[in-house]
């Protein structure tokens, strides 16, 4: 009837949740830009504008990780929103996040995206070390399609296309019609030259 503007912002905010659960993320951006303008001092809501607007594309990795280090120079790590892991997670790895991922994971130790982060910069001085990590990631997740995803995309940045390749054949085996596994499938045949 006469909601709050901090009502309406969280309304406007589960709006936009649920057009990105629909597979709508484009419809979800104006909707999370009309939860900011509701309630502009909510230091989260850029850090969820941000995720969306990086996963489709409206900003750059750069911007995105502006908007995180904003975030992060303004605001306590005790009680961090979802978004902040989220938008962690979806970014590249990089190296100055190190410390922030550890942070993160030792409250959401079963964040699969963190994880990955953690093994990729790992990957960078230890490679053997990373392809253990994984291992157990994903011994921990054997259901989870993205940690094989994972999987596929070390072994091809460390030159095991054999092993690329099982990962991504592993994954349609269980959905013969993924196209981010057939993509990348089709990657590792034409690293391997085989191009039939």
Known sequence: AQPSDQATAEALRGLAFVRT???QPEAALPVYLSAIAA????PNYPLGYALLAYRTEQITA???SQTLTDWL???PLDNPPAELFELAGALPADGDRANLYQTLLAQRPDDLWLRWRTIELLALTDP???QTELTALIAAN????TVYFFQGELAQRQ???PLATTAYQQILEREPENLGALAALAGVQFQQGNLT
Do not use: K, R, Y
């Open 128 to 130: 053997a070390a990373a």
């Open 21 to 23: 659960l629909q597979g």
């Open 159 to 161: 030159g095991d296309l």
């Open 73 to 75: 120079e303004s605001q």
């Open 39 to 42: 309630n502009p001092d909510n």
């Open 142 to 145: 054997p259901d989870n399609l």
């Open 62 to 64: 750069a911007e995105a």
